[in-house]
């Protein structure tokens, strides 16, 4: 199977190249990676199975003759912070919309199949004390830059699968954790800024709820999608992992050994979403899909031993995201 994995040198698209590789023998893998700040090679094996090419989704004449050469294209390349996309914009509109539309036509062109990548943060939030989750059926109500555009590309994969008969899936999946994550991040960057003796930042009273799943479910959910999901057919994945921030920020400096207030409250981030949420029992229930993460605060252990142990990863990284922080106050 030949596959073309955009976006496959950012956390998630790595993680996935990586399950992939190491699980099944009869795949071929083309990263397409235009390798932007959130990028980082390190982040993928020297495998003779796969090869990277330097590149924007978003140019056509690049983006064609790889999609031609795929069996299917799983789409991971984006633009993926929201505090990035609220002091510029520009980028996400270019590779998450423009990106997304190249993709298609390509994949309109030579009848290549295509996964789609997207994010629960399209429906909006939650209240706290709200008992609901996001389903396939509930309304889009992107907040910010980031999800206005993500919803964009569901969009527009929506109308190039019923339009032109385009063979896609689509998933939207709730906040990722794991190896191989940029330190801009909320997890990664509350982890490298104690690890370098300095306080955790919380946006306002940090009562905001994230869904927590580890990298690896999510991915090994895309391969339940490749293998039997149905055409056209959005699939949510998460695995029931809801805890808001400030028992994260605590339970990361309980297991580093640092006082339980030892963080900072910052400037909350503009239109922060509250809650989310996500309802993924269509996936579980007609795919057979289960997490094997279940256990948050040991998942969050092993993320906080990897940061410690791969500190040349993430060294190079972090002073650019924390300048990039100060210039907002958060
Ligand atoms: P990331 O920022 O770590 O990686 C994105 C990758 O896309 C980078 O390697 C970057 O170089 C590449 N890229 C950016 N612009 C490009 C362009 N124009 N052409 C080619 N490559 C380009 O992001 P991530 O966290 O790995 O997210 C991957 C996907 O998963 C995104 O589509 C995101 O919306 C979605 N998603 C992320 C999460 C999460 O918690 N991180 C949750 C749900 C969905
Ligand atoms: O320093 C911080 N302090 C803080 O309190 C940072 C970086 C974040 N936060 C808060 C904001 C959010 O409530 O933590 C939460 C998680 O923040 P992010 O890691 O920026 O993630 P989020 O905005 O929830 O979006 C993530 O999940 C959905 C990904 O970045 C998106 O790509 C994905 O679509």
Redesign the pocket.
Known sequence: MRILVTGGAGFIGANFVRLTLAERADAVVTVLDALTYAANRDSLPEDARLTLVVGDVADADTVDPLVADADVVVHFA?E????NSLDDPMPFVHTNVVGTFTLLEACRRHGTRLHHIS???VYGDLELDDTAKFTADTPYRPSSP??AT?ASSDMLVRAWARSFGVEATLSNC???YGPYQHV????P??ITQVIDGAR?????A?L?V?DWIHVDDHNRAVWTILERGVAGRTYLIGADGEVD?RTVVETLLEIMGQPAGAYDH?PD?PG??MR?AIDASALREELGWEPRYRDFRAGLEATVQWYQEHESWWRPLKAAAEQR?ARSG?
């Open positions: 984006a993926s912070h929201n505090d994010t629960d943060e980031y999800s993500k709730s906040n990722n801009e991040k909320f997890i960057r509350q955790p930042r919380l946006y306002g940090g905001n994230r921030n910052v981030r922060h979403d989310y922080y958060r």
